[in-house]
């Protein structure tokens, strides 16, 4: 069963479209993650499944209920703000008993499941305190006890990490995702942080300009991203691009890029030569983990190509390098031992069995 | 050796800072004392005046010491001395001002919180329009609604009536308390609204649990500002109402020009001081968040 459903979900604002079209499905469940740069339409897509926004045409279903005219507090959602929205003249106790009171929830019932949530959540010890009392980590937990008291159909979660450090926002996502577990219920999260979606959702939508560029499980969109925008989106560093031309080496098709000495031809796996489908100008896409220095930790399908180094960046666990080929930067990422020293040219080996190749003018994936 | 002229050093520069310090504060403290001693010498003439007897007045002018000490001026201004032809003194202009000021100030502050809360955080299109016609109201100078107001009193029947005053001030005065709240409210995120929304609040839980809560800055600001705003008032007091139906500042007046020839500037002095206490009250117990809740209005 669907949880959540989607149909050709469209919003203007005036004469801007911001939505074109939305479908997408979050079986029972479900971690569904809305990743996409600012501006994408993701926080508005959530807005309008929560009621906060209207809808300018298409569908919305919570479980089988269609929620177009239902007002937010009859959605049976509970939702996590990136501001977390506690309210300031409340206690921790008050924030989260405010929604049972509303809903005029029986007395003992608030309190068990206060008590419920508290301890899931380890926040007992700040019950008694306002918000203003509690440091980010702790605003962020209280505003999930906020939505984790009632036992809603839906999660929604608008950036609830973005306002904490670097160090809590990793504690946190690695407790979100332990509490997702633990609930089972499903939930929508937006974030613009793509390792945020790839860790935590059992599915991600890649949004872009407005529409949903690719909606599949987090390692098909690694592996197989469905056009150029989300190859370069998700994965930090992001794939790198080298445009190329279709030619037959020997009977076999290859893809040829402009090297540091010519022309360099990276032959193609049988698999992506069968896609091809008369295409000759390509772009041809490799992540930064896929290339290495040729002869080691070799593969079968690798193809070598040689190329100046401009700049290493040691990271600690492994060491970036960023190399020019013809009129085009790629980055690498290696093992530290076996890095390249910068004003080096070394010979790469790219490993052709998880290369991508787009179309140039669709940008598309072939 | 060479330590011990560099302290020197130091020490000379350090005396001359100092001195530039003291110097420069002498000044500062000087200045405000000269312009505090201005503008409470007025209060001080008035009160001495309060006790002084009439003949040691006209003997020694209006701005002397008190030679003498008494206090039948204030009685004689509460409750005896003749205003207009009625002679039971201060007493009924003061309690019509104190009945027309507390349900004008509750009233029109409710009406500014309850705009200020509509305008802010359920705009609706044309909300903005009607923010900036409210905001008119600000710039009109009374006179102008003068007229309109004595036609739609008469036409109500509340002509001559406190009641009257009461509704000319709440419906004068929504425009600054909406403008106030408004500012203070936009500063109130968004997002509390919208998470009271979905934990199933409404319009009016959300108005009275989360935002009212939030309020008393800006409410003890608008307060005072009506209360003080619609005491003060003379202009409609004297226009709208006669007899013994005006507030206190229209009595006032009236007290100043009456018929005789004697100057009763003891009694004077005393209802002058009556007239002014209650807004000196609201000032003194409310002037600390008064100052503090018009800045935070006014940063947003």
Redesign the interface.
Same mark, same amino acid.
């Given at each position: 069963m669907a949880s959540l459903t989607i149909r050709n979900i469209r919003k203007n604002f005036g004469a801007v479209e911001v939505l074109k079209g939305i479908d997408l499905e979050a079986r029972t469940g479900e971690f569904i993650a809305l990743v996409g740069p600012s501006g994408c339409g993701k926080s508005t897509l959530l807005a309008m499944i929560a009621g906060l926004e209207t809808i300018t045409s298409g569908e919305i279903y919570i479980g089988d209920r269609l929620v177009n005219a239902v007002a937010p507090k009859d959605r049976d959602i509970a939702m996590v703000f990136q501001s977390y929205a506690l309210y300031p003249t409340m206690t921790v106790r008050e924030n989260m008993e405010f929604g049972m009171q509303s809903r005029g929830v029986p007395k003992d019932e608030q309190k068990s499941a206060i008590a419920r949530v508290a301890a899931l959540l380890q926040i007992e010890a700040l019950l008694h305190r306002k918000p203003g009392q509690l440091s980010g980590g702790q605003r962020q937990r209280v505003a999930m006890g906020r939505a984790l008291v009632r036992d809603p159909l839906l999660f929604l979660f608008d950036e609830p990490l973005s306002n904490l450090d670097a160090k809590l926002r990793v504690d946190m996502r690695t407790e979100i995702k332990k509490l997702h577990h633990r609930v089972g219920k499903t939930t929508v999260y937006v974030t613009h942080d793509q390792i945020e979606a790839m860790t935590l959702a059992s599915r991600i939508a890649v949004m872009h300009q407005g529409e949903v560029q690719q909606f599949d499980e987090p390692q098909v969109i690694y592996d197989s991203p469905a056009n150029m925008f989300v190859a370069g989106f998700m994965g930090s560093p992001s794939m790198n691009f080298i445009p190329g031309e279709i030619v037959s080496d020997n009977g076999r098709t290859a893809v040829q890029v402009k090297g540091v000495d010519g022309p360099t031809i990276l032959p193609l796996t049988a698999s992506h030569a069968a896609r091809l489908n008369g295409s000759k100008q390509v772009i041809f896409g490799i992540r930064p983990e896929h290339v290495s220095r040729s002869g080691i930790g070799q593969k079968a399908d690798i193809a070598t190509i040689r190329a100046p180094v401009e700049v290493v960046e040691p990271t600690g666990a492994e060491t970036m390098a960023v190399m020019r080929l013809g009129d085009q930067e790629i980055t690498g990422r290696f093992d530290p031992d076996v890095a390249p020293v910068m004003g080096e040219t070394i010979t790469l080996g790219f490993d052709m069995s998880h290369a991508c190749l787009f179309d140039p003018a669709s940008r598309r994936l072939i | 050796m060479a330590e011990a002229v560099y302290t020197g050093t130091i020490d000379r520069e350090a005396t001359r800072a100092n001195t530039r310090y003291i110097i420069s504060r002498v000044v500062i403290y000087g200045l405000l004392a000269i312009f505090s001693l201005v503008y409470i010498i007025p209060l001080f003439v008035v009160v001495f005046n309060s006790f002084r007897t009439l003949p040691e007045i006209s003997q020694n002018g209006l701005i002397a010491f008190p030679q003498s000490f008494r206090l039948d001026a204030w009685p004689d201004a509460w409750s005896t001395f003749c205003i207009g032809g009625n002679c039971e003194g201060m007493q009924k202009y003061f309690w019509n001002s104190v009945k027309m000021v507390i349900p004008a100030t509750i009233i029109s502050t409710l009406l500014g919180a309850m705009n200020g809360y509509i305008l802010s955080k359920w705009k609706f299109p044309g909300s903005e329009i009607i923010f900036t016609c409210m905001l008119l109201g600000v710039f009109m100078p009374g006179q102008i609604a003068l007229l309109p107001w004595a036609f739609i009193l008469g036409k109500i029947g509340l002509a001559n009536s406190v009641y009257g005053l009461i509704l000319v001030h709440c419906i004068q005065g929504i425009s600054f308390t909406t403008l106030f709240c408004r500012n203070y409210y936009v500063s109130i995120?968004d #997002?509390?609204v919208? +998470? +009271? /929304? !979905? #934990?199933? +609040?409404?319009f009016w /839980?959300i108005f009275y649990? !989360?935002i009212l809560?939030?309020s008393p800055p800006i409410l003890i600001v608008t307060v005072i500002w009506q209360f003080t705003g619609i005491w003060n008032e003379y202009l409609y007091g004297v226009v709208l109402n006669s007899g013994t139906n005006q507030p206190i500042t229209a009595a006032l007046v009236a007290l100043s020009t009456n018929g005789t020839n004697v100057r009763v500037y003891d009694v004077m002095s005393a209802a002058v001081l009556i007239g002014a206490l209650p807004p000196l009250l609201v000032y003194f117990f409310g002037g600390k968040y008064f100052v503090r809740g018009l800045t935070q209005g006014a940063i947003k």
């Open positions: - | 995120p #997002d509390l919208k +998470a +009271a /929304r !979905i #934990d199933g +609040a409404g /839980r649990k !989360i809560p939030l």
